[in-house]
């Protein structure tokens, strides 16, 4: 029977997403852009886990998977971007800024985001909140496919 594991995988999805808000609004360290594009994909795999709970259709699951499957993508990148593994998006971190003109320098000061993608602000056993929602949403990603392997 498939719906534990539906649930369980929507449950692990709404916890990251409780986590989530409770780091914005109780500790007072609001998202960056890319944070937030960790958020859509278990936003749209709670939706889809509900819908599978009541209407058990593979598909549902399968796209559930996919999407908390991109936010693991998602979180796993921006942990690099994080560690300066890799660039992050230019609207989102800040360039180096030794060959910046005055003018250039003002431009970039105004127009950084107010919180940068490539600061860590929370991290446990090394592992920032972007790491640890890749390590999480990989296990729920193995849950979503057990929930696809068993039979009705």
């Not at 979180?75 to 230019?90: D, I, L, R, S």
């Not at 127009?111 to 600061?119: M, Y």
Request: proline share 5%; charged share 10%.
């Amino acid at each position: 029977m498939k719906k534990p594991l539906v649930l369980l995988a929507t449950a692990g999805s709404a916890a990251l997403m409780l986590g989530a808000l409770g780091f914005q609004y109780i500790g007072d360290m609001p998202p960056c852009k890319m944070c937030y594009w960790q958020r859509y994909g278990h936003i749209t795999a709670i939706a889809l886990g509900v819908l599978a709970f009541f209407v058990p259709v593979n598909v549902l699951i399968a796209l559930a998977l996919l999407a908390v499957l991109t936010s693991a993508a998602i979180g796993g990148f921006h942990a690099g971007v994080e560690q300066g593994w890799w660039e992050g998006p230019t609207t989102c971190t800040s360039g180096p800024i030794g060959g910046l003109s005055t003018d250039d320098l003002l431009n970039q000061i105004m127009s950084a985001p107010l919180v940068r993608c490539d600061e860590i602000p929370w991290e446990l056993f090394g592992l920032s909140m972007a790491g640890w929602n890749m390590v999480a949403s990989l296990g729920i990603v193995a849950v979503c496919y057990l929930a696809l392997r068993q039979t009705r």
